[in-house]
Structure formats: C-alpha cells, structure tokens
C-alpha cells in the first residue's frame, strides 16, 4: 500500500497484491477504483469528476454519512451528510496471509463536524481489497445522549451499458420513488429491475442479496449486506446526466448506483457507547444468467 499525491490535491492510496489494484482517497475514505487482475474496473468513476478538498467525487464508493438524501432537518447542510468530504484518516493497513488487504480508515468528530452535527462520534471504514471486495462502515456513538442517523455505501457499478443491466432481489417489492414528480408510492413490480430512463428507488425491506447482471466484464456482482433493511438503487437517465457537469452526455449509460443503506424508515438508534456496522461483501460470479437467485 503505497500514499501518493492523488488528482486534485487529494491523497491517495494506492493498493497492489495479489488479487488486486485498488485506489482510495482520504477524503471522504472514498473507495475510488477496485480491479481484481485481469478485469475491467467493478466501480464506475466519473471521467468529468471533480478532484477537490471538500467536493464529492462522482464515482466510486461514496460514504453517505450521518444522513442519506438532502438535510433532514432542512438547514441547508450537504447532501448526503459530510463524511464523503471530510478529511479522514489511515489507521492501519495490514498484509493479510492470503495475500489480501485490508484497510482501516477513521473519522472522529472535531469542530468542523459538530458545527454541522452535534454529536460525538468515531465512525471507521474497513475496506478488504482481494479476489473479492468488502466494506464495513462502523459508528460508535462517544457522547452521552443517543443519536440517530441514517447512512450509505453509495457504490457506483461499472456497466457495459445501461440497458443491459438488470438488479435482481428487488422483483415484487415496494418503493419510496425518489424522482421528482412521481407517485412516492412505487408499485411493486415483477421481474428483475432494468433501466429504461432516470430510476431513483429506496426500497426499504430489500434482501440481504442481490444480483447486478450486466456489470462491465460480464457474469453478475453478487452483493451481500448486513446491518442494512434498505437498499437504494439510481441511475440519473440520459438527460439529467447530460446536464451533471460531472457527468455528462452518454454517462448515465456507464453506471448504476446499487447501494446498501440505512435510508427511510431504516433509521439507526444509537444509545451511548452503542455501534452499528453496516457491511457489503461484492463478488463475481460467471454463472449462467438463467439461474436466477
Ligand atoms: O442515491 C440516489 C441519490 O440520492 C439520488 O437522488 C441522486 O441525487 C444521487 O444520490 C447523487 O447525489 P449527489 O449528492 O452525489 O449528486
């Protein structure tokens, strides 16, 4: 594991075993390519993204910390909470025997974090880099009241394109619809979840498993969590990533957000001392597509 001077002023990591090669930057501990050897890229990161201390990045696996969405309370704070540009840092990074890595990435709460959210908090992100790829975001609650929060793994997939990808897992389950305009009462739908225009779901009882078929370099992303009820899936269609000036025409086609979450009614309570892990384990798997989970 090597630190490097990364794009745009940010620092990086650069991880090479050997499964391998993966990049995380400090900020936001943004896990933001992960390429086991001979493969295309799992994750999608923007060509147009933005490298700047206190700018998301477009891609990858942005942390969306302590709230999902837009400010709860409506106070004008960041979407999606600040942990994604905030400044974190390196704990640990250890070989492990099979030839793994695992990283350990820390934010603790400081001025600048309680001036935006009064708590007290240590929040840590495992990332194991191997054949396979695992985040575990953990927070511990250090004050002395209990705090809420609602969080996640905002994984941005790779695609070969848009209309060949199909989530499994999801078929027949209710949503909240997120797009603007639409009925937030989504209906339930059967058969696996595809792409024909701008998607933006929580589904708040999802499984612990789904399946993304048609990731880039073929066979489907097996995603496994815990610590999680709701799992949110987007994609911006053609004409808002056009208008993204860090996306741009064309990207929608490249990506599809699947992410682990803690989001709508899937809230965490946390009492004093308490911590709560919320966990995703990605694999490839190159079974046939007719076997469906
Ligand atoms: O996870 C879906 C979502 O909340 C969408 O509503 C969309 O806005 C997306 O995340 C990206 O948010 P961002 O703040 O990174 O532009």
Known sequence: ???????????????????????????????????????PDWLYLSPNAVFAPGRPVRGGVPVCWPWFGPDPQGLGRPAHGFARQSPWVLRHALD??????????????????????????RLRLEIRVG?????????????????????????????????????HGLDGLGFIDQVPGAN?????????????GRLDRIYPNAPTRLQLEG???GGRLTLDSEGSRSAVVWNPGAELAAGMADLGPGEHSRFVCVETANAGDDVVTLAPGAEHRLALAIARTTEPSHRSP
């Open 1 to 39: 594991t090597r630190v490097a001077a990364g794009r745009g002023r940010l620092t990086e990591l650069h991880i090479h075993n050997r499964h391998a090669r993966a990049v995380v930057a400090l900020q936001g501990a943004q896990l933001l390519s992960f390429q086991p050897h001979g493969e």
């Open 96 to 121: 492990e025997g099979d030839g793994c890595t695992l990283l350990e990435l820390e934010l603790t709460d400081d001025a600048a974090t309680r001036a935006l959210w009064p708590h007290r908090f």
């Open 131 to 167: 054949d396979t790829l695992a985040l575990a975001l953990t927070t511990r609650n250090l004050g002395d009241t209990h705090l809420t929060l609602t969080q996640a793994l905002h994984s941005y997939f790779a695609l070969d394109r848009i209309e060949g990808a199909r989530v």
């Open 184 to 196: 937030p009462q989504g209906a339930p739908a059967p058969g696996p979840l595809t792409f024909a």
């Open 215 to 217: 990731a880039a370099g």
